[in-house]
Every structure is written in structure tokens, then in C-alpha cells.
């Protein structure tokens, strides 16, 4: 057996006796001195293993093709009616989407932006709608800003046309709607009926009065019921046959014996396709959700319609962007807290957010574009725990750069193009043997030049005595 003195002879640590050694001020004054600074090292080591440390890294971006990209968007309009908004998406592998209206909805809104009422809901408008092709004489009246008033009040029912003879539209709804108009007043005499009549108003020459109605396109047929100016917008064929048939049906609903200038619409026809609540206001906010390719493309908010012209010098494209974010939606809380990892995560989330972008009247006689360019980039937060490491979260973020054009059709366009390089931030937790390490490394390095300062010190003050009583060095 290996005798107990051998076991002795490598001990790195002998020790001399209590009474070999000799306590002193000086080394009693380090001492504290040195164990005041390993509490405070060990203290900062112990913040530095709790803290988080994040690298970052740039990678290409790996996801599956046929994943789609969720663009959430909230944009105000205050002179774009909700009849004609539309929201169309294009890219660069040739789809095309006109006028979405799946995950799209539509609130007429004041100018200063505040709601004026519920959802707009489109009635479903017939591409191809039927026009009459019959001869014609002059049915209608004609109204002016000095009469419309008036007439509103003098009849139960007054449905207008509201015109320009420039427009093909127009023009080729006139010989039904006269020829309507005058089968009505044969058999309403409006000086005898008070329940309907049909009028027109000519927005090339009343431009003030078809504003304050809110007329964007060309033609607008509404209904306008007595004093109130709740009114409904038609969207039905054109021709004389089906025109007849709605205005009967307005008035079978209205007895002749009633007193027009107190009836109160009852209207159990609210249902008809044909037939919705005209915009009370000029704007309308949108609020969409679209899925688009992860490819180059965009998106365009204009006026459209397949059954009405527009005057573009009259279109106002100014809009407020309330909120556009790419991705799925992080709730604040989640936001805050990803931020300690990353402070800078999350300002390009909404890059956009509450801007302002108004069409004066003087831009190019109105007929001005706003296009936006965002650069998409993925941003994905990995934390790492041990061994393990998980995704904590994966998000969009973008820039934006916008201008405004001259065209020939005013739209708000949203140009988009995605990274194929993604940001990794990696969230790196220090193990413990790192901290250990730390520790040890921190504990003998004081020790270790505490016991030099001792020494050094001790040295220095020996010599200072030995001079003092004359002795040689």
C-alpha cells in the first residue's frame, strides 16, 4: 500500500506553521481591501451571466415558396366614396386581382376622417348591365342648385340621374331614363302625384351641387324619400322595362291619399340588389387583409367601376395610412418584451404609420399618384437555452419611400418587394462552467496580485526602517 507520507509528498498547497508566519497592519489592510474587490467582481460575473447577449446575423431566407405574405392594412380617404373604392394586387408571376372584396371592408367616413355611419355594403353590380336603345324626348327635370332643394321637399320620392354628356355611360342611359321619365309622369302627374318624379342634374354644369351630393362617378342614380336625406343608391339594368318596374315598386309602397310632406319611409324593398344605402360622406377607410406571393408585386387603391366614368382632374387620392404591417400581428406585451432582447426590433414594424399624404388642387389639376415603395425584410429571434434553442418569434419589418406622380388616372399605389436575406438575432445564454471559470479566474487573480502588493509593500517599508537606523541595504 502507498504509505500516507508519499500520498503527502504532492500536496501543492504545504502550509507553514501559525507560528512560522506574522500578522501585520498593512497585511490586514490588503486583505480587506482585496476581499471587497472579489465580492464586487464576483458581483459584476454574477450581472453578466444573468444578462442577455444577442448576436446577429444575416441569412438567406429558406422558407417555402408557396407560403403566402400577410399585408394588413387601415387607410382613410376622405374624398374617395366607398362605391367606387377598389383594391386591386398585381406581381410579377402575371396575377392579377381586380377589385378585391374577399377580407375587405369599407366605412364612409367625414373629411376629418371621423365615421359617419356602419360597413358599407356593396350591392352585387352585374358587369354587363342592360341599356335601352329606344327614341326619345326630353321626360326628366332638369335641377339646378336653386330648385333641388325644393323639389326634394315637394315629392315623396325624387330619383335623380346625376350626368355628364361627356361620358359613354351617361349617354347611354339617356334614352331609357326619358323614356321612363315619361311613362312615370303619365302615370303620376307630378302636379297632381306628389309620390315620385324623376329628375336629372348635369355635373358639367352644377359641379357644386353634385360635389354636395358626393358624386364620384358617372352615371348615379338616386333616391332621395322627402325631407330626409338618407338616400339609396341604384346599381340595377338600365333599361326602360327594368327602371319602370323600380320606380312601381317605390311607389306601390306609398298610398296616393298620404301627406308627402310627412311620410316616413317604410321601405320593405331594402333588400333588393338593386337598390343600397347611398354614401352619406365623400370619404371611406378601408381596412383589408391581403395574401399575396412572396414575390415582387402591389397593390392599388383607386376609383373603378365597370359601369360609370369619372372625371380624373375631380379624383382625390389624399389619404391617411392608420396602420400597414406585413406579417401576423404582435401584441404590445410580446413587442416589450422582445425588445430587451433586441432594443431596436420593431420600429419598422409600421413604418408608416399615421403619415398624412394630401393631393392639393393645384397638383397637376388634381390628377395626381401617390406611390409607395417598401423594402420587406424578416427579422427571426431565436433564443438559445442550454442545449436547447427554439424560435421565438419571426416578424416583417420594412422601409418606405414615397412620392407623388402626375397620371392619367389618380391611385394610391403600394409597390412591395421582399429580402431574400432574412435577419437572425440569436438570443446566447452564458453557461455555467463559463461562470465558474470566471469566478476562479477572478478569485486568484486578486489573491495573486494582492499577495505581490503585500510583498512589495512589505519589502519597501523593511528598507525604510533599516535606513532609518543606519544599517547597510
Request: glycine residues 4%.
Amino acid at each position: 500500500m502507498v504509505s500516507l507520507n508519499r500520498i503527502r509528498n504532492v500536496d501543492f498547497f504545504r502550509r507553514l506553521s501559525r507560528d512560522s508566519t506574522e500578522a501585520t497592519s498593512l497585511g490586514a489592510f490588503i486583505s480587506i481591501l482585496a476581499f471587497l474587490l472579489m465580492a464586487y467582481l464576483i458581483y459584476m460575473e454574477l450581472n453578466e451571466y444573468s444578462a442577455v447577449s444577442t448576436s446577429t446575423s444575416i441569412l438567406l431566407d429558406r422558407t417555402m415558396d408557396d407560403e403566402l405574405l400577410l399585408i394588413k392594412f387601415d387607410i382613410s380617404f376622405p374624398a374617395l366614396s366607398c362605391a367606387f373604392a377598389s383594391v386591386d394586387v398585381n406581381d410579377v408571376l402575371g396575377t392579377t386581382r381586380i377589385n378585391i372584396t374577399k377580407y375587405i371592408r369599407k366605412y364612409p367616413i367625414y373629411p376629418n376622417t371621423s365615421s359617419s355611419g356602419p360597413e358599407f355594403l356593396p350591392a352585387a353590380i352585374r358587369k354587363l348591365l342592360k341599356h335601352g336603345d329606344e327614341g326619345y324626348d326630353e321626360g326628366s327635370v332638369s335641377l339646378t342648385s336653386a330648385n333641388f332643394e325644393r323639389f326634394i321637399k315637394q315629392y315623396t320620392i325624387l330619383v335623380v340621374n346625376f350626368f355628364a354628356p361627356w361620358c359613354d355611360w351617361s349617354n347611354n342611359l339617356k334614352p331609357s331614363w326619358e323614356k321612363t321619365s315619361q311613362i312615370i309622369r303619365e302615370r303620376y302627374d307630378p302636379y297632381l302625384d306628389w309620390r315620385i318624379l324623376l329628375a336629372k342634374v348635369d355635373c358639367s354644369m352644377e359641379v357644386e351641387l353634385c360635389r354636395r351630393n358626393h358624386i364620384q362617378g358617372y352615371p348615379s342614380i338616386q333616391i332621395f324619400r322627402g325631407r330626409h336625406h338618407d338616400h339609396e343608391f341604384y346599381s340595377g339594368d338600365r333599361d326602360t322595362e327594368t327602371l319602370v318596374a323600380t320606380m312601381e315598386s317605390l311607389v306601390a309602397l306609398i298610398p296616393k291619399e298620404s301627406d308627402h310632406r310627412s311620410l316616413v319611409d317604410n321601405n320593405d324593398d331594402a333588400t333588393d340588389i338593386t337598390k343600397r344605402p347611398a354614401a352619406l360622406t365623400g370619404g371611406c377607410r378601408i381596412i383589408a387583409f391581403l395574401h399575396v406571393k412572396k414575390v415582387p408585386g402591389n397593390f392599388v387603391i383607386a376609383a373603378r367601376s365597370d359601369a360609370h366614368c369619372f372625371d380624373t382632374s375631380l379624383i382625390n387620392m389624399t389619404h391617411i395610412i392608420n396602420h400597414l404591417t406585413i406579417g401576423k400581428r404582435i401584441s404590445p406585451r410580446i413587442l416589450a418584451d422582445l425588445q430587451r432582447l433586441s432594443p431596436y426590433f420593431g420600429l419598422n414594424l409600421d413604418r408608416l404609420k399615421d403619415r398624412e399624404y394630401i393631393t392639393e388642387r393645384d397638383d397637376a389639376n388634381g390628377k395626381a399618384t401617390f406611390e409607395h415603395y417598401l423594402q420587406i425584410v424578416k427579422t427571426e429571434l431565436v433564443s438559445r437555452r442550454l442545449i436547447s434553442e427554439f424560435k421565438l418569434i419571426d416578424a416583417y419589418e420594412y422601409t418606405a419611400h414615397s412620392s407623388l406622380v402626375e397620371s392619367a388616372h389618380p391611385v394610391v399605389k403600394f409597390d412591395f418587394e421582399l429580402s431574400p436575406w432574412k435577419v437572425l438575432v440569436t438570443e446566447n445564454q452564458k453557461s455555467i462552467p463559463w461562470f465558474v471559470t470566471n469566478v476562479c479566474v477572478t478569485l486568484g487573480g486578486v489573491f495573486t496580485v494582492a499577495g505581490i502588493l503585500d510583498s512589495l509593500l512589505h519589502n519597501t517599508w523593511g528598507r525604510r526602517k533599516k535606513i532609518k537606523l543606519g544599517k547597510n541595504i
